[in-house]
């Protein structure tokens, strides 16, 4: 039971971290009361009786609450982190931004894999140059590394992608933009 507690605990304080920037840039409410019920039950699952009384079914209970920690807690992640995505600007025209978090205290360098789907416009199977190769810019529109992973296509392009990010701010977000590849000079 007691590894399950350090993933729900730091979904949680993700969570947390990311509600706050939420409610201090006005996006959304503090779910207070959300927080306040997910933490009673983890702490309730970290109860010093493993396989004392109760047992099997007690102990049950308690990793029942540690799961739910980690998919409610993940939920209101997801939510804040979607929140703060969608309020991105995106100064590169026909571009599809790519936000990576960084819930650390800390500025972070890393690797991050993505998985991005491309629509068409005005109808999914229109990807037009996209689907001649795809480029990552920076918010200052340098060419930054990447490699495509995965890739599969019906009526829209999937694509899973891996790339550097340098500078991730402490408790914030970086923006990286797709674009269609343009031709080589040649």
């Not at 993940?74 to 100064?91: F, S, T, W, Y």
């Amino acid at each position: 039971m007691w590894p399950q507690i350090i993933p729900a605990t730091a979904t949680l304080l993700a969570a947390e971290r990311f509600a706050t920037i939420n409610y201090a840039l006005g996006y959304a409410p503090y779910p207070q009361r959300e927080f306040d019920f997910l933490w009673k039950k983890l702490v309730e699952s970290m109860d010093h009786n493993h396989d004392g009384q109760g047992g099997a079914i007690g102990d049950n209970r308690k990793i029942g609450y540690e799961q739910l920690a980690v998919l409610h807690g993940g939920e209101i992640l997801r939510d804040m982190l979607r929140n703060i995505a969608e309020h991105v600007q995106v100064p590169i025209p026909n571009s599809i931004p790519i936000v990576v978090f960084n819930p650390l205290g800390w500025t972070r360098d890393d690797v991050v894999r993505a998985h991005v789907t491309l629509f068409g416009d005005p109808s999914p199977g229109n990807l037009g140059a996209f689907r001649k190769g795809v480029r990552l810019l920076d918010e200052a529109g340098n060419s930054i590394p990447v490699h495509v992973e995965e890739y599969s296509e019906n009526i829209s392009r999937a694509l899973v992608l891996v790339f550097p990010v340098r500078g991730v701010p402490s408790l914030g977000y970086k923006t990286y933009y797709l674009v269609a590849a343009s031709p080589l000079p040649g």
